[in-house]
């Protein structure tokens, strides 16, 4: 990763708290993760954003890569 990705990574951490306090449910709940694995999961999301982003908004191509990896990690905890 190059310094400006890794720029990028870092400007928008934030984003990952976001996904995760807007579109997951029953944290603390048997089989869910706890907040701290989604967030290191959304991290993953994020960075496969700014490796593979061709341009556009990128909070919004990054939201939607932070939520699959996140849905991922849901679904392989259930």
Same mark, same amino acid.
């Given at each position: 990763?190059?310094? %400006?990705?890794?720029?990028?990574? %870092?400007?928008?951490?934030?984003l /990952?708290?976001? /996904?995760?306090? %807007?579109? /997951?449910?029953?944290l603390?709940q *048997?089989?869910? *993760?706890? =907040?701290?694995?989604?967030?290191?999961?959304?991290?993953?999301?994020?960075?496969?954003?700014?490796?593979?982003?061709?341009?556009?908004?990128?909070?919004? =191509?990054? =939201?939607?890569?932070?939520?699959? @990896?996140?849905?991922? @990690?849901?679904?392989?905890?259930?």
């Amino acid at each position: 990763m190059t310094n %400006e990705q890794r720029k990028i990574v %870092e400007d928008n951490m934030g984003l /990952v708290g976001k /996904v995760i306090k %807007e579109k /997951v449910h029953g944290l603390g709940q *048997p089989g869910v *993760p706890d =907040y701290d694995d989604l967030f290191q999961t959304g991290c993953i999301g994020l960075i496969k954003a700014v490796i593979t982003d061709k341009g556009g908004t990128f909070s919004t =191509y990054a =939201y939607r890569l932070i939520w699959n @990896e996140i849905c991922d @990690e849901l679904v392989r905890n259930t």
